[in-house]
């Protein structure tokens, strides 16, 4: 995510309405059978270092001795944000995002560095959520030569305020 820039947009985010829980996961641990430390560009890693969201991925030969850190999320089951879904259509326009999707929103935030400025709710190019935000993380602001949003992306958000 960190060679893509301080935005992102998560596609087919309402396939998750049909799970209870979540694992997401948030960074991978060094874990060689042997305890034999492997060189992957650069960097040494001996058990129990620690990959993370955005830094350089090693060689094939580390990542098969990397075990996964995961996060327990709580669905949203209930309150379904696919766009043709009872729940979505009952809802008054602009919607307040479910809490449990927020929370996996912010989750992602958090540990790769991003801003997501939309997420979407359907197999339809104009099943997108525009994200609007209350206020902005200090590592979530852009660099000046990116912090002017596309014409169209404006436009988008307008129409949806």
Known sequence: ??????????SAFDRADDYDTYAVCVAYVYVHPEGK??????RLFRNGDILRAGEQLPTQQVLAH??????KVDGWRETPIFARSEWWLAQQHPVALPENVCKLLDIIEHFTKTVILSIGNGPRGDEIIYLRRLATRAW???SKASRRPSASL???????A
């Open 154 to 160: 404006e436009e988008a958000l307008r129409s949806r």
């Open 1 to 10: 995510m960190q060679a893509q820039g301080p935005y992102c947009s998560i």
């Open 140 to 142: 979530a602001t852009p």
């Open 66 to 71: 990397c075990q996964p850190i995961l996060k």
């Open 37 to 42: 430390p492997l060189s992957s560009n650069g």
